[in-house]
């Protein structure tokens, strides 16, 4: 059975800093690309960010880049997603989500395998 669980979201001051985790399972970790897609109120799903298989590279949006890092353990199945100088604007359902590595593109449709979500609130 493929598990992807989400934690750590809560609620935050503009400025501050959360750190989502992520374990998965049911599948073999080193062969899917990882995650985060997000949506926030009323919006659609947003690609925020994806971390590659063995060499573990990683992309982001813009809107993010220099602000959140992300990173995977291998061998730990697990991903941390650091997140730093929050704004009101990140606030959503942040999402941990695989695809199979072959598979290129920031679509989230693209992804496999999901997780239910944690929520992240900036706000003052």
């Known amino acids: 059975e493929v598990h992807v669980v989400e934690s750590g979201g809560g609620l935050v001051q503009p400025g501050g800093s959360l750190r989502l985790s992520c374990a998965a399972s049911?599948?073999?970790?080193?062969?899917?690309?990882m995650g985060w897609v997000r949506q926030a109120p009323g919006k659609g799903l947003e690609w925020v960010s994806a971390?590659?298989?063995?060499?573990?590279?990683?992309t982001y949006q813009d809107s993010i880049k220099g602000r959140f890092t992300f990173s995977r353990d291998n061998a730990q199945n697990t991903l941390l997603l650091q997140m730093n100088s929050l704004k009101p604007e990140d606030t959503a359902v942040y999402y941990c989500a695989a695809k199979f590595w072959m598979v290129g593109g920031t679509d989230p449709s693209q992804y496999a395998y999901w997780g239910q979500g944690t929520q992240v609130s900036v706000s003052s």
């Open positions: 971390i590659g298989t063995g060499a573990g590279s990683t």
């Open positions: 049911g599948f073999d970790f080193s062969n899917y690309v």
